[in-house]
């Protein structure tokens, strides 16, 4: 099952290729804590070859690539949703904290005016 496993097969399709029901294999895991940790080790080696093709992707100049490492590695700093917050103490939270998303900021512009020209009160 472990050698399935690094070979690229999903659980299920570990199971049937080994004509293990996945309730057996689950119980497997359960009882035996060498076969678990095999098996916990098997997919992060599959996770960490994703990851590793994803950088290659995202060094090759792939946009999405670069969208979703950044997302995930840089979350704080890189987000789906980019926003102006308005208010609060910074941190995008607080009393008073607005996030807004910034097409909405550039959308309600009054005509005729660039965003440096807005006064606050208007």
Known sequence: MVEAMRNGHTIIA?????DVSRT???EARKEDKEYCKAMDEARE??????????????????????KTWLFN???????????LVIGGDGDGEGV????????EVVVNIPSGKTGTEQSVDE
């Open 45 to 66: 080696a599959r996770d960490e070859l994703v990851e590793d093709a994803l950088y290659a992707n995202c060094l090759a100049g792939d946009v999405s690539a670069q």
């Open 14 to 18: 570990a199971c049937q290729l080994l």
């Open 24 to 26: 057996v294999e689950w």
């Open 96 to 103: 008073g904290a607005i996030l807004v998303p910034i097409k």
């Open 73 to 83: 590695r840089a979350s704080p700093r890189w987000k789906a949703n980019p926003g």
